[in-house]
């Protein structure tokens, strides 16, 4: 094999390795991956070690809505969380009895089957913040906890569950409060 020969090869070989690899770190980074539920701090919704289909582009684009499941990290460990946005910039945020209010008027939660009685609030939050609790309240370590996260720990926003596959489900409605 001459030189020239064994070049193109092994430019060829790199271009076959490099060109999936980027596309993929691409995807990872900006459009999509995958998170695993760690724990139980959202039952009965999600159920620890479920594998969510998680959208990265979707707060690129979209300002965060009430209702919606995200992931998200509390400080710069990067660790990720499963969590329910509750409070939006700007808004006061306080639970009374179990009962989440926002700006005073009670939120109706069908999705809640573990409330926790306990008093929180009331905590106004900033033009950058958001506030999360987890669905399965007496025992989530969420805003209650770690305080409001500044919108840009919103890692993305969940889509769908594709693990293990006799609970794969989409997750994209968001309750409606009203």
Known sequence: MTKEKLLKEIVEWALTIIIPVVAALVIHTYLFTFARVDGSSMLDNFHDNNILGVSRLHYRLNEPQRGEIITCHYDQTRKLYVKRILG??????EMKAGVVYIDGVALEEDYITRPDDRDFGPYALGPDEIF????NRPVSR?????????KDYI?????????????MRGTMSVPDYD
């Open 142 to 150: 969420d805003s209650r906890a770690v305080g409001p996260l500044p």
């Open 155 to 167: 890692y993305g926003r969940v889509l769908f569950v594709a693990y293990p596959f006799d609970e």
């Open 132 to 135: 999360v609790m987890g669905d």
């Open 88 to 93: 939006l910039p700007g808004e006061t945020v």
